[in-house]
């Protein structure tokens, strides 16, 4: 057999994950509540002992997750990705190596090509699968994992995916998560501008934010993640969830891949531009649901009073 | 007392519906559905039968209904309601009056004014309340009534409306009504090129619409309008609901509104050029879901293979 | 003949002014210079008193110049256009009327089709002939006639207008030369938008707004207009030449006729929402150069240091 | 002297010319016209022949230039750049090395650096100088040299600069010289996207692209480059000068400048975007002012009847 395949289709899998930092830690626990056994390691060890506690077994260091038929990654970023899998010590530098690689973190398409290639060299199955959500979100069960790689790879995994979250999908054979979860963010910046240009035109009339919003929240246009936000809109007083600095990281990513692609964007591209200029008038640092902020100033509105603002 | 403030709050009212196209007939069935006593009217006659056999009144004329507490007018635009309130046998031309008049139609801030002066010229309250669904919308109990106009005159007719409708929310006291429903259509405007923007990126990487959309309608970010047409458009048929040329007309009236206003909309401007595109493209007469059509030909695919496109 | 063209192709014609302003008593300068007979009228009759000293015959009344040949109308709206024309002691009121009627004011395509209909119907030829440029332009014969209308009429005054203006364009038989006005207008915004996203971005690279406009002034790229106002906007002290609010008028002048004609006009779009978010910022009564000053601060510069702004 | 700052002042100085393609040799020629005395080096040497008859000196390898008091570099690109400064046989390998070294060719600001840093490390000065203009430009002595680098330096070179070009402009003491270029090649982009709205504008109200730019070419809106295009637009017969795929390498460069500046361009962004439709739509290897097509279709108009197109 030519090509690594993971695992036979009837095998009952062992599991590894490594990084168990917030977000980690949030699967891991649906993965013990659906009774799976897992394995898990983490650079800082004491993050482990909640999981530990819940039945996790720990590994001392990453060689020991390299026996489990599945591992999984979760860790901040590319370097890190590249350390604890091509690194020294790594998951692929040890003898014994699974079958399956699954990698849960937010990188870019080159990134995870390298790793992929990595890791088929080392005849170890890869699949790119960013997970949307926050720790609550996952708690709930309501979040997404997007993954792609090898459909029948895919097919393996999908059980222990479709344990955690509420939508698991497979988008490409090759690194299509890494875009789909930058579309994802591009439509988030999208969306929130959306908004913001249309409850500031009702506040303007004289509707007040929370009677637009509670009218908004009943249409078939809302969103979950609206609906979610809604009261601080209303109230004016926006909790830090997600930066304009790094919303603007993912439009940048997500322009970029646009442009190789050779698709024109005219609205996220725009948008892009009141991202910046949010940050240029001071926002920065701001949740990027301050693009109400710019707009209500542009419009002449006084903005929220909010005291981060 | 100066002011007319329609019925005294304890009052079981009467209710007379002038309209019933297929919008107002759903509206009428619920009420009801929900043990209301109605008196209809309709200028093409035969359109109420259907309301008769269920239980509802027919007049022979308007002057029939000026009687009833409430009467809620649904034509299909300025022009009629214009005479079937204000013209020679109209409500305002009888000698009885209700003591409330609530204009669901969709009209111009301009158009409600008139009718809303001249209402109260009559000692007809009035309420502007324009709603948000279409006629299985409405059968399903998820539509939603927008009303301006007085609050105590809103919160006598308020029990109609909830049994009608899902949401039913008070906008303010003038005509914010009118300008609270274009925002929403701007909303969807820009929802929809938000989606074909991400969509056809995703689509140019590899990944189907189809799993795109399975991703993105798990995600916090959907809304139910997008994952009633999401298989429309996997499908690449696209049904007809709205045409460019419609959405242009409330384009149109939206930004006129926010110029007036002095509020800038620099997402909805976009928006409304490309809309002006897919019509010079030859959409005109499509759905506006085409909005697709014009972003996958300017990425250089090939579009849906509809029939009609 | 059953269509009034003017005068017979030989004539020496005399020539009526209506409306002396600073701009109308610029182009009479220029015509009496040339040697051509100007008999003069204004509603404030003092304003006619340095032509008169030049050579200019005054008349006392409208009536007084409808027995020239050609009337030219320089009045500053529409409804001073059609008072002078229309009303009562009107030119189309006297017995006597000119062969024909010529308006340099600026009026919308509406305005200027009634009095074309009203001059025809009164067996008047009419011209449509706005001018581009202020006093100073004028004086030095660098301005601009668009004309619209009969081409037969056009070639009888157009040796008129070429003794005032540098260029003289026939431009449509109709009232095509309002458009032409309004698209010069729209260009101007954009421009002004382009040259300050530039001159920004070198800016904050390090080049001075002056060495980057003394470069752009040598390229073939820049514009008499541009060359004029360099060096206000390399010493950051704008002279107020026409305001944010003025020019959002003509923007939404132009973009109603091209919604009207169906043209998209994406780049004009944001760059009149632009406009409208410098009004919402506080620079509505500046001179709308200052598109600088809003394209400075979102770019966290700090902006010319101006005692007006 | 702890820094190199070129040359004596007072020094008449020796020109070494280094890259003999068309830009170069049309340079050289107005050297050598203003009686500099020069000696070339080209890859390909039958280039250098012309300017050999002329009176230039040829030598035989690139060390042959190194005992020049002043090189001047004009090659296609960073990779020739660096071949010829920092390779085998380059100039800064040579025992015998200029004071000063002055690149003309287009590179990135990282490229620009980088080689700066190199000739600083030689004890060599160095400019960025490129150049505005194609041959027949430089050949009227209308074209423009853009400087950044040490002012000193600068101020040695100037002379043999404005024997060439019309404008000679110091626009920092870094790299800045390349941003400017880029700007100018931005504002390009949308300078034409504003003339073809406008153009496209008054056509569909019935005035002739040819009546049009015959009245907007007597404005001040005009440039020199609009009108030297202009009767190729009026005919619909479009040469290619630089296709939408370079300017949108200039856009990409020139966003990117942009981003790290964090400077918002929302107009360059949305032409940006329509660069890109132009060449989704088969556009990609037309002149740019075929910016004009992509906006006469969308505006419902037939575009221009070229051969090409």
């Known amino acids: 057999m030519s090509e690594r395949e993971g695992l036979a289709a009837t095998e009952?899998?062992?599991?590894?994950w490594l990084g168990t930092g917030r977000m980690g830690s949030a699967i891991v626990h649906r993965l013990l509540n659906a009774g799976r056994p897992v394995t898990v390691w983490n650079r800082t060890s004491a993050?482990?002992?909640?999981?530990?506690?819940r039945g996790a077994q720990v590994a001392d260091s990453i060689a020991g997750l390299a026996g489990c038929d599945v591992v999984y990654v979760m860790v901040s970023g590319p370097a890190d990705l590249e350390q604890v899998v091509l690194g020294e010590g790594g998951l692929l530098a040890a003898?014994?190596?699974?079958a399956i690689l699954v990698d849960c973190s937010t990188v870019s398409e080159e990134a995870s090509a390298g790793i992929r290639a990595a890791a088929t060299a080392a005849e170890v199955a890869f699949l790119a699968a960013p997970v949307c959500g926050n720790p609550e979100v996952i708690a709930d069960g309501q979040s997404s994992f997007i993954v792609s790689g090898p459909v029948k790879v895919f097919e393996q995994v999908r059980p222990d995916m479709e344990a955690v979250a509420k939508t698991v999908v497979h988008v490409g054979e090759q690194e299509q998560a890494r875009l789909v979860k930058l579309a994802h963010n591009l439509y988030l910046g999208m969306m929130v501008q959306s908004l913001v240009e249309v409850v500031t035109l009702a506040e303007k009339a004289g509707t007040s934010r929370e009677a637009f919003l509670e009218f908004f929240n009943g249409s078939a246009l809302t969103s979950p993640w609206i609906q979610r936000r809604s009261p601080e809109l209303a109230a004016g007083d926006l909790h830090l969830t997600f930066?304009?600095?790094?919303?603007?990281?993912d439009f940048d990513l997500g322009l970029a891949a646009a442009r190789k692609l050779e698709v024109p964007m005219p609205a996220t591209s725009i948008v892009s531009q009141l991202v910046q200029s949010a940050i240029g008038n001071g926002l920065r640092d701001e949740d990027f649901l301050s693009l109400y902020e710019l707009q209500a100033r542009s419009a002449g509105l006084s903005g929220v009073q909010s005291a981060r603002l």
Do not use: Q, S, V, Y
């Open 95 to 98: 003898d014994a190596k699974p």
């Open 12 to 16: 009952e899998h062992t599991i590894g």
């Open 47 to 53: 993050k482990t002992g909640p999981l530990a506690a």
């Open 243 to 249: 930066t304009n600095e790094l919303l603007r990281k």
